[in-house]
């Protein structure tokens, strides 16, 4: 939410991208762009804004897709949401530099779909991913970092109280957002979900 209010000031750059191609080229653009971000050392934090990418359908296969472009990796699972619903859940990640090797670092899919927990609803298709470097050490654990994601963005802070205020407004807000109930959807290793019986209409049940 600090990001969104100035991105440059935090490093964030925003892209705006075509998706009416095929899942392949739309997955392939969104590899490059990334791949451009990542050595741009002004850039902490990537948004790629897809407005064409409208269907739930069309945007599992796009990030089905992005299995195939070098150094990513895209893994399903199946979740229980109740004793009558499930869903697949996505986790997109990519090795980023890290140190004298590389981590992953995970990515999120915002949308307009009713199938999406609260926090991961947008008035259109976005990807967000970090792509700068990952902090020593986890933000939220706060032990050696294994992996990377939007909350090792570097932010300056009058003081250390003041990031740990905002950091519990966060953890606040974001549950008052879901009703106040632990959405299993909107848990911050998931990327995003599909209902199960879209997942087997397309063939990608895990």
Not at 30 to 35: G, K, L, M, S, T
Request: glycine share 6%.
């Amino acid at each position: 939410m600090v990001a969104a209010a100035n991105p440059a000031r935090y490093g964030q750059r925003v892209e705006l991208l075509s998706s009416t191609g095929a899942p392949a080229e739309v997955a392939k653009a969104i590899a490059a762009y990334i791949d451009s971000m990542l050595v741009d050392p002004q850039t902490q934090a990537a948004a790629i804004v897809m407005p064409d990418l409208t269907t739930l359908e069309k945007t599992a296969e796009v990030f089905l897709a992005l299995a195939s472009e070098p150094k990513w990796n895209v893994q399903r699972s199946l979740v229980q949401i109740d004793a009558a619903n499930s869903v697949v859940a996505f986790n997109i990640s990519r090795e980023i530099p890290f140190g004298a090797g590389t981590c992953p670092s995970e990515g999120l899919v915002l949308g307009p779909f009713e199938d999406f927990p609260a926090t991961r609803r947008a008035p259109v298709t976005a990807f967000e991913m970090f792509v700068g470097e990952p902090l020593a050490n986890d933000p939220g654990s706060g032990k050696p970092s294994i992996k990377a994601h939007l909350a090792h963005m570097r932010m300056e802070f009058p003081t250390a109280k003041t990031f740990d205020v905002l950091w519990q407004a966060t953890i606040k807000g974001r549950l008052a957002s879901l009703g106040n109930v632990n959405d299993v959807r909107a848990k911050a290793k998931i990327s995003f979900v599909i209902p199960a019986n879209l997942a087997k209409a397309i063939g990608c049940m895990p």
